[in-house]
């Protein structure tokens, strides 16, 4: 399932990596007191699946995502665990049918306009950019659109404050994804008014 009318009104997704579960739900609430309304959580650490849960159980307003996904058994412990949507570096035709099969919002990854063409063929026109500024950034992103216009994109990877009005002023942009105001610092030592601080920031700078 493409996961473009799910995100289309959410300029900036947080991408969160989360160590420890307990600073799950005050992150998440700290961000939507700073108006944002979505977060990925990404399966790079051992408690991500329980901060995926704990978010879904008790922040109902925030809607979560997985991030990082690349096998498919992953797509149904994310599903089971009330995520709302599935983020993946790139594509497999096992993720893409598994996805469809668990009607799972789910946004694939592509670089290249072979891939994207691929997406494009299975339904997705939101896909993932992914890492955005290695691999040319916005000027990439422009060349890419100017053949292929049906398709939106959700860059992550390296995106900063500053550049994150570059790429949503891209038309092709959907959403960005970012971690620059969620630094892994102050959620170690639970800062969460400075988040709050950043992530207000971040709203502001988003704003198209």
């Known amino acids: 399932m493409d996961a473009t009318k799910l995100l289309e009104n959410v300029n900036v997704v947080p991408v969160a990596v989360i160590e420890d579960k307990t600073t799950a739900v005050d992150l998440a609430l700290t961000l939507l007191d700073a108006g944002i309304k979505a977060i990925e959580i990404t399966l790079r650490t051992a408690d991500a699946l329980d901060a995926i849960e704990l978010v879904a159980n008790s922040v109902p307003e925030m809607t979560v995502g997985a991030g990082s996904i690349r096998q498919v058994a992953q797509l149904e412990e994310i599903l089971n665990r009330g995520a709302?949507?599935?983020?993946?570096?790139?594509?497999?035709?096992?993720?893409?049918?598994?996805?469809?099969?668990?009607?799972?919002?789910?946004?694939?990854?592509?670089?290249?306009?072979?891939?994207?063409?691929?997406?494009?063929?299975?339904?997705?026109?939101?896909?993932?950019?992914?890492?955005?500024?290695?691999?040319?950034?916005?000027?990439?992103?422009?060349?890419?659109?100017?053949p292929l216009p049906e398709v939106r994109f959700f860059p992550t990877g390296g995106i900063t404050a500053e550049l994150a009005p570059q790429y949503l002023a891209l038309e092709c942009v959907t959403c960005i994804g970012g971690s620059w105001f969620i630094p892994k610092a102050l959620l170690i030592e639970r800062d969460f008014a400075r988040i709050k601080e950043m992530s207000r920031s971040a709203v502001e700078i988003t704003r198209v």
């Open 84 to 146: 709302q949507f599935a983020v993946s570096p790139g594509a497999t035709g096992p993720l893409i049918s598994t996805a469809k099969q668990l009607h799972m919002p789910f946004v694939p990854g592509a670089a290249t306009a072979s891939e994207i063409l691929t997406l494009m063929n299975e339904g997705y026109m939101l896909q993932k950019f992914f890492p955005a500024e290695q691999l040319g950034g916005t000027q990439t992103l422009k060349a890419l659109s100017a």
